[in-house]
């Protein structure tokens, strides 16, 4: 019998649910597995106790990166952990769209302001600023050429924190289109979702979001089925990944662009897709056994 742990988070009263860790714990114990949830950051945990230790819920990590990444590097030493430590740590920093566009890959176009950088902003159109390592859109939020004071602001406040800054022109699109998140497990697509813009107009950037809005079913195109497994191809190191989501926007011309290449514990949206529970249970036991 298996032994897997999914690691999640502590959850505070208005911190978001994981829906699908329930189902996933149902369905793994059905399949004779013994799984339960544990919290990435208890220290009376031993993880080498585990047959896998499945990363999932941990969002509250982009608040302590240092830590999580040195636990996910503990973690693996012990056990199997999925995804590989050093595609955590490679994918906690978003500064891996640029190695992406490096490589060909089609992504939101992303310049970076470090503490100390010039504040260099669009005056020409809508743009977006967001952290590097950030979730739920926390610290994100959309400006006009005319709103460049409060943006400033908004920089100044992430700089003081010692967090680098994403400056992204505003893709008109995603207010059509939306945003889709295709899902793959060991490089195979399993499904896609389509959810509206999160970031509305003079929405503070610390102001609580809704994540996921208007999620429904989404059917990929070959386009946009290019572009997600263009990205696995890219990540460094050819690693196995058990789960990928790649989260696609349209750019100004009509064609898909990565927004982001979720490696790291990524919401998989199992309570939407239902008929994909049981080739991620086997996936996951299959990984449990080290196939």
């Given at each position: 019998?298996?032994?897997?742990?999914?690691?999640?988070?502590?959850?505070?009263?208005?911190?978001?649910?994981?829906?699908?860790?329930?189902?996933?714990?149902?369905?793994?114990?059905?399949?004779?597995?013994?799984?339960?949830?544990?919290?990435?950051?208890?220290?009376?945990?031993?993880?080498?106790?585990?047959?896998?230790?499945?990363?999932?819920?941990?969002?509250?990590?982009?608040?302590?990166?240092?830590?999580?990444?040195?636990?996910?590097?503990?973690?693996?030493?012990?056990?199997?952990?999925?995804n590989p430590a050093p595609v955590v740590r490679?994918?906690?920093?978003?500064?891996?769209?640029?190695?992406?566009?490096?490589?060909?890959?089609?992504?939101?176009?992303?310049?970076?302001?470090?503490?100390?950088?010039?504040v260099e902003l669009p005056e020409d159109r809508?743009?977006?600023?967001?952290?590097?390592?950030?979730?739920?859109?926390?610290?994100?939020?959309?400006?006009?050429?005319?709103?460049?004071?409060?943006?400033?602001?908004?920089?100044?406040?992430?700089?003081?924190?010692?967090?680098?800054?994403?400056?992204?022109?505003?893709?008109?699109?995603?207010?059509?289109?939306?945003?889709?998140?295709?899902?793959?497990?060991?490089?195979?697509?399993?499904?896609?979702?389509?959810?509206?813009?999160?970031?509305?107009?003079?929405t503070p950037y610390d102001a609580r979001k809704?994540?996921?809005?208007?999620?429904?079913?989404?059917?990929?195109?070959?386009?946009?089925?290019?572009?997600?497994?263009?990205?696995?191809?890219?990540?460094?190191?050819?690693?196995?990944?058990?789960?990928?989501?790649?989260?696609?926007?349209?750019?100004?011309?009509?064609?898909?662009?990565?927004?982001?290449?979720?490696?790291?514990?990524?919401?998989?949206?199992?309570?939407?897709?239902?008929?994909?529970?049981?080739?991620?249970?086997?996936?996951?036991?299959?990984?449990?056994?080290?196939?």
């Amino acid at each position: 019998m298996p032994h897997i742990a999914l690691a999640t988070y502590r959850r505070g009263p208005e911190d978001p649910e994981d829906r699908d860790l329930p189902l996933l714990l149902s369905a793994l114990g059905a399949a004779g597995a013994r799984a339960e949830a544990v919290h990435w950051d208890d220290p009376g945990v031993d993880w080498a106790s585990f047959d896998l230790v499945l990363i999932r819920s941990t969002w509250d990590y982009t608040l302590r990166v240092a830590e999580f990444t040195a636990w996910a590097e503990r973690c693996a030493r012990l056990t199997r952990l999925a995804n590989p430590a050093p595609v955590v740590r490679w994918n906690t920093d978003k500064r891996y769209l640029g190695e992406l566009a490096a490589a060909g890959v089609p992504t939101v176009p992303t310049r970076y302001l470090a503490p100390g950088d010039p504040v260099e902003l669009p005056e020409d159109r809508e743009y977006v600023i967001k952290p590097t390592s950030g979730a739920g859109s926390r610290y994100a939020a959309r400006y006009t050429p005319e709103a460049r004071e409060r943006a400033v602001g908004h920089l100044e406040r992430m700089h003081a924190e010692g967090l680098t800054a994403m400056v992204q022109p505003y893709l008109k699109a995603i207010d059509v289109t939306g945003e889709r998140p295709l899902l793959f497990l060991d490089g195979e697509f399993v499904h896609a979702s389509r959810k509206g813009a999160v970031l509305t107009p003079g929405t503070p950037y610390d102001a609580r979001k809704v994540a996921h809005p208007g999620l429904e079913g989404w059917e990929p195109t070959e386009a946009e089925l290019a572009v997600a497994r263009a990205a696995l191809a890219a990540v460094p190191g050819d690693p196995a990944l058990l789960y990928a989501r790649v989260d696609l926007v349209d750019g100004d011309e009509g064609e898909p662009r990565v927004m982001e290449l979720e490696l790291v514990e990524p919401n998989l949206f199992l309570w939407l897709h239902p008929d994909s529970m049981p080739v991620v249970t086997e996936r996951i036991l299959r990984a449990a056994a080290g196939a």
